[in-house]
Structure formats: structure tokens, C-alpha cells
């Protein structure tokens, strides 16, 4: 059974901080690596991959990957109320992706 | 350019009805997939099409669902003899190709609830 895990959460991190996001898959071939953003109530948004090893970074986010640890990770850069949100991380092995449970950000103001 | 579209947003049955949900995906992706999320669930894959053709149906939870694509645009996702456990959100993503990193956008879904 492939398995994607995350952190239970909630997290819960203040504004103008770095929430970091973490991530852990079984499957060794996976190829690809996404995090989603989920609002109560709507459906996941895309606003990160990463495909290969290391660093990449999109304005305030950073996505990490680490293949030889299965370890994907999302940095949250000085954190805002509206990135309270539950944020899932999904793994493409071949053509199917499978989703973590997500975890659900909450930014104090 | 216009998304994923879902229709309709909510469907209200009654068990054993059959309903059929409609997904319309972006105009030149060529894959489409459909997923299910019950509440405080994570998403359940269900199909996946490349093209016309189905070639993983592995996540459908029984015979009484059913998926078809025509003209590798317009998919449908069909459930017959509705019972109260398929309630969920039904999600729809399409993406540019299945494989090699596909980045997948997904629709509003359509809120199923089985009375």
C-alpha cells in the first residue's frame, strides 16, 4: 500500500512567522511531488511542485525534496491570516497521485 | 483560460437513485481523474482517464460506479442505486498529460448527499 503521511496537526503559528509543513511517502519510484492548499469548503488548489531534489521556491513558499530520506516538505514565509488553510501533500507514481490526510494551518493575527 | 467545471454543485437523492455527475475538464489536457473526499477524509482516487480510455479504474468502490469519456473531453461519472455511504464531495482534476509530472487542476466538485 502506497502511503503518503503527514503531521496530524493542527498547526498553529503566528503572523510574520515560517510554518513549515511536513511530508513522507513510501513509494521509491515516485516521480513527482505537489502541495495542494485546501479552504473549508473548496476544492484543493496547486501551488507548488517539485520534481527533483532540493530547494524551490515561489514567492513566500519553499518546497523541499529529499528522495533517499521520502521526505517533501512546504516553508511557509512570513505567515498571513489568509494562509490559514489545511494543505495536502500529494506523490505521482506512473500516472496516479496519492494524497496525505493534510494538515490544517491556522495564522493568529 | 476557463478551469475544470463541475456540474451540478449539489445533488440531493434519494437511496437507490442513480445520479450522474458531469465534469468538463480544461481544454487540451488530456487526462482527467476523478476522486471522492468524504467529510474529514482525505481524497480518494477513484479513475483515471488518458484520452477516451480508462486505464486505471482500480479506486471505483463498487460495480455501481461507473466513468465514461467521450470526444477526450467531457466525462461523467455515473452511480447507480445510490446508498447513504457514497455522500462526498466528487473531484474532478484534469491535467496536460497522466504522466511524467502532470500537474493536476482540480474543479469545485459536485456535493452528493444520499437521504
Known amino acids: 500500500q502506497k502511503e503518503v503521511e503527514q503531521n496530524s496537526g493542527p498547526l498553529s503559528v503566528p503572523e510574520g512567522a515560517i510554518a513549515s509543513l511536513n511530508c513522507t511517502y513510501s513509494?521509491?519510484?515516485?516521480?513527482?511531488f505537489f502541495w495542494y492548499r485546501q479552504y473549508s469548503g473548496k476544492s484543493p488548489e496547486l501551488i507548488m511542485s517539485?520534481?527533483?531534489?532540493g530547494d524551490k521556491e515561489d514567492g513566500r513558499f519553499t518546497a523541499q525534496l529529499n528522495k533517499a530520506s521520502q521526505y517533501v516538505s512546504l516553508l511557509i514565509r512570513d505567515s498571513q491570516p489568509s494562509d490559514s488553510a489545511t494543505y495536502l501533500c500529494?506523490?505521482?507514481?506512473?500516472?496516479?497521485?496519492?494524497f496525505g490526510k493534510g494538515i490544517t494551518l491556522s495564522v493568529r493575527p | 483560460g476557463a478551469g475544470v467545471s463541475q456540474s451540478p454543485s449539489n445533488k440531493v437523492t434519494e437511496k437507490g437513485k442513480d445520479v450522474e455527475l458531469r465534469c468538463d475538464p480544461i481544454?487540451?489536457?488530456?487526462?482527467l481523474y476523478w476522486y471522492r473526499q468524504s467529510l474529514g477524509q482525505g481524497l480518494e482516487f477513484l479513475i483515471y482517464?488518458?484520452?477516451?480510455?480508462?486505464?486505471?479504474k482500480s479506486g471505483l468502490p463498487s460495480d455501481r460506479f461507473s466513468a465514461e469519456r467521450t470526444g477526450g473531453s467531457v466525462s461523467t461519472l455515473t452511480i447507480q442505486r445510490t446508498q447513504q455511504e457514497d455522500s462526498a464531495v466528487y473531484l474532478c482534476?484534469?491535467?496536460?498529460?497522466?504522466?511524467?509530472?502532470?500537474?493536476?487542476?482540480f474543479g469545485p466538485g459536485t456535493r452528493l448527499t444520499v437521504t
Open positions: 500529494a506523490v505521482q507514481a506512473n500516472s496516479k497521485l496519492t
Open positions: 513509494d521509491r519510484g515516485s516521480q513527482s
Open positions: 517539485i520534481y527533483s531534489n
Open positions: 482534476a484534469s491535467s496536460l498529460v497522466a504522466r511524467g509530472g502532470g500537474e493536476q487542476y
Open positions: 482517464f488518458q484520452g477516451n480510455s480508462a486505464p486505471d
Open positions: 481544454s487540451g489536457h488530456t487526462a
